[in-house]
């Protein structure tokens, strides 16, 4: 053994030393991990990163929306100002200047939500993942759109449950099915706003229905909802949050407002739910990087989404606009698509003799 060269303090091992004719060795997977499957989307992203590809076919914000010179300022006054506590280790249920603006940015009038009903997560990805731990046994019932986010359907299902599709037309779930699907079953998960990825969005009518169908049974309901703010035309619906704030999971992202890169979303739920993800949380990363929430916060706090998104709902409208005209120029007959009104979302269906996925090979 020597110890490399000059004052180095590391031990290096000699040829002499290494173990010849180790077996490879076999992973004993548990039971939990065999329900992993390659992810649709992870195999999306792939042909999405070869370069002699455009791909519309997963959910990435457009680059153009990324506000990289308001983040580098942003980064550099924290770091200036507060680095010494944004490179430290941080609380698990996330900063609390930004718990704060989380908490007032979904209030209104007729509700108060509190910092304490916010969980700061690495991407909203990581809630679905907390929800599903804490919420979902083997053999549970899951109620969830048909289609749905895969993300969501993948993280629920390491889990092990049983998923029941709730009914769907061309306005998205139809509340009046929940009842009789959802009793005893752990919770449903919904997509009102430009649902990925049909683009659908729930009415006013049927969001209120829904709220009233799960609080009729005490189903929590789950409102997935990172592209609410990307309306082409009006102000958003209401969020069902407001409606029924006791019985309702709410999940909001900075992904697709700000940029994904950066890993951070929210959880608004009551404090009940809050402190048991909060301890899943714990032992999942401790909490997200101190740094990155106090950079985002100190890009928003002075209302820098107010100028910043309409922007991007300018530039998604226009790309639409352009890929609908395409559809309806270029399209032989026998395929439908829907026409969102915000969001990232078309959603085209084939014929019934043709297989999709066999026309992407
Ligand atoms: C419906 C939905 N929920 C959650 C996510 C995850 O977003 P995040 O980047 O916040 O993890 C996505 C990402 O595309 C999404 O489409």
Redesign the pocket.
Known sequence: MHTGQGSSPWLFLTDTMKIENSNPLQWHFSRRSRQLQSSVIREILKITMRPEVISFAG?LPSPATFPVEHMKAAFDTVLTQQGKIALQYGPTDGYAPLREWVADSLSDDGVRILPEQVLMVS????G?DLLGKVLIDEGSNVLVEAPS?L??LQAFSIYGPIFTSVPVDEQGLIPAAVEALGKGASLLYA?PNFQ?PTGRTLPLERRVALVEACARIGLPLIE?D??GALSYRNDPLPRMLNMNPGGVIY?G????VLM?GI???YVVAPTSLIRKMEQAKQAADLHTAQLTQMVVYEAVKDGFLQTHIPTIRKLYADQCQVMLDALQTWFPAGPSWTRPEGGMFIWVTLPGHIDAGELVK
């Open positions: 959910g991407g909203s990805q990581q679905l986010y993300g969501a997509l990925n997935d990172p592209y999940m992202s900075f992904s697709k994904p890993r951070l979303g």
